[in-house]
């Protein structure tokens, strides 16, 4: 005879699994963090805004953008580059966008430091490395429609993702494998590829950025 599952573990739907579930896993990733700065001197912050200017690039960022990247407020942002330039890891120059403006840029110290604070713990890969192949596609799409809506809500900044890009093609190709294409770089991908952060990503104007994530969801073709 089957137990009866109890009356409040009934009462848990699976949304509130999942929310535990990642919960979870935010507060592993926060003591890793912080266990970190005793290595190397750097709070989590820190750490990201070097991890986020290495993302982007030679062109270097402005103040607001590292702000909304993060999503912590500009006082924080300013505080934290501070910080960093007086350690000599990034440096503030004109933009090369525009000149009117700062931009922040690593030094080849950051820069030595920005590829150890982008690595991720060797825990959290082999955690991913037990799902398999569809496993990871399947969470990555639920990941990207989690992170859309949150952006939607205006709890997370725009983040530079394929499903909101000028180049994404979703569901052009037969292949239930690699559905999607790229035309900045040409070639077809599948949902296991997708990218939450591209430094290639161009955004779309809102209406044609809906138009193009509802083909996504919806296993339309999209795009021009």
Not at 172 to 180: F, K, L
Request: proline share 4%; aromatic share 4%.
């Amino acid at each position: 005879m089957i137990a009866s599952i109890p009356t409040a573990a009934a009462d848990v739907s699976g949304a509130d699994h999942l929310a535990t579930g990642l919960a979870k896993i935010g507060l592993v990733l926060r003591h890793e963090a912080w266990q970190r700065r005793g290595r190397d001197g750097l709070t989590p912050t820190q750490g990201q805004i070097l991890a986020l200017l290495r993302a982007r690039g030679e062109a270097g960022t402005r103040l607001g953008e590292i702000a909304d990247g993060l999503g912590v407020t500009a006082a924080s942002a300013s505080d934290s580059v501070r910080v960093l330039a007086e350690k000599n890891m990034v440096r503030k120059e004109r933009s090369k966008a525009d000149g009117r403006s700062l931009a922040v840029r690593l030094t080849s110290r950051g820069a030595e430091e920005a590829a150890q604070a982008a690595e991720w713990p060797d825990f959290l890969l082999q955690a991913i490395d037990a799902l398999d192949e569809e496993e990871r596609a399947v969470f990555l799409r639920g990941l990207t429609k989690m992170i859309r809506i949150l952006q939607e809500q205006g709890r997370v900044s725009p983040a530079r993702m394929c499903a909101t890009c000028r180049y994404f093609r979703p569901n052009v190709h037969r292949d239930s494998e690699r559905p999607h294409h790229c035309a900045f770089v040409d070639a077809a991908f599948g949902d296991g590829e997708l990218r939450l952060d591209c430094a290639d990503q161009e955004p779309l104007p809102p209406r044609e950025a809906r138009e193009l994530w509802d083909a996504f969801l919806s296993g339309q073709q999209g795009g021009r």
